[in-house]
């Protein structure tokens, strides 16, 4: 038996797909199973133990790298799948399927784009209230997998993660203040919607109240892409924050957040990272559903204002009342509540 799943992007999809990926290997503990996936991604999955082989292309379009997809495309074929699976539900995940040439090729009848033409074998439609965790394990079960009654949240390892990352986040906590042991929270201030994002101000505000009342440091994490929104929110926190934004992989960022107290964090994949690896999460939503792509499993929580127009799933908003109306007492008044549940320090 030979699997292919097809789950391209983004960072928190690929993540949310890991438990449909325990599922797969469970019911078919001796087929190959490979993956799909564009380059931003990738590094969630390389070197997993459940997989085989991760198939990686750019996502600069067809036309842009016509030679390097025409070349993978026909490894695919080449591979002679016995089952393609579209965890993408989009077009660009449709043609990959329909190149591979799989013998059967399954997904949702309602998946998008017109990407479900590229199915020989269609679900019913899914209901798109549902976790997309859910959605990705009824595709999985359907294809054959097992789900055990004692099924953990993500497979272990969620992230396989080797000791020159760890060796690398303790190196650059340790430059930064934070020996080894020492209690630390994670504040991520970044997404990718501009709707998604909170006042800078207020994460910096938040920084120095958590640090002032729990007595550790926090660490500031997030892409390249975010260098400037995190130096503005380090220059206002000052001492309370560690900036470490840009200078982690995919990987030893899984492993940071694995070490932390808990996180705090928008809707975004370094949420969806920090849930897989057991972190204890607090994600600010606004325009997006927290039970569409909330942080998945126990022990997590969300702080949301009652907004008549949210979710509203748009990328842009003159007037963001969701995230704006959310106060720094919002979110600390979250954190002293689990703490107090939890009958522990945080």
């Known amino acids: 038996m030979k699997i292919l799943i097809v789950k391209l992007s983004s960072i928190g999809d690929v993540v949310q797909t890991l438990p449909a990926l325990s599922v797969l290997r469970k019911g078919h503990p001796d087929a190959t199973i490979d993956w799909l996936v564009e380059g931003a991604a990738s590094d969630i999955i390389r070197d997993h133990p459940l997989l085989d082989e991760v198939i990686v292309v750019e996502n600069r379009g067809w036309l842009r790298n016509f030679t390097g997809n025409l070349k993978t495309a026909r490894y695919l074929a080449g591979r002679r799948y016995d089952m393609v699976l579209d965890f993408q539900g989009l077009m660009k995940s449709g043609i990959w399927v329909l190149l591979s040439r799989g013998a059967r090729r399954i997904g949702f ?4 784009e017109l990407s479900q033409f590229s199915l020989n074998e269609k679900l019913p439609p899914y209901d798109p209230e549902r976790h997309a965790v859910c959605r990705y394990l009824d595709l999985a079960k359907y294809a054959g997998g097992v789900v055990s009654p004692d099924e953990p949240t993500f497979p272990a390892p969620p992230i396989h993660i080797g000791d020159e990352e760890k060796k690398r986040v303790e190196i650059l906590l340790a430059e930064g203040g ?22 800078e101000r207020r994460f910096a505000r938040l920084t120095t109240l958590l640090t002032e009342r729990f007595g550790m440091k926090a660490v500031i994490v997030g892409s390249e892409a975010d260098l400037g929104e995190a130096r503005r929110i380090n220059v206002l926190a000052g001492d309370a924050a560690l900036n470490l934004v840009g200078r982690t992989t995919l990987k030893e960022l899984a492993y940071l957040m694995s070490k932390a107290k808990f996180v705090v964090t928008p809707d975004s994949g370094p949420m969806h990272i920090a849930a897989a690896v057991g972190a204890k999460v607090f ?6 559903a927290p039970w569409r792509t909330g942080p998945y499993g126990e022990d997590h929580s969300v702080i949301r204002k009652d907004i008549d127009c ?5 990328k842009s908003c003159v007037e963001p009342r969701c995230m704006d109306e959310m106060s720094v007492e919002d979110v600390v008044g979250a954190i002293e509540k689990q703490k107090e549940l939890d009958g522990r320090a945080v």
């Open 310 to 314: 949210s979710p509203c799933f748009e």
């Open 109 to 112: 009848a309602n998946a998008r």
């Open 178 to 199: 934070i020996t080894a042991g020492a209690p630390f929270f994670i504040v991520n201030p970044c997404a990718r919607w501009e709707t998604k994002l909170w006042p």
């Open 283 to 288: 994600a600010l939503f606004g325009p997006t």
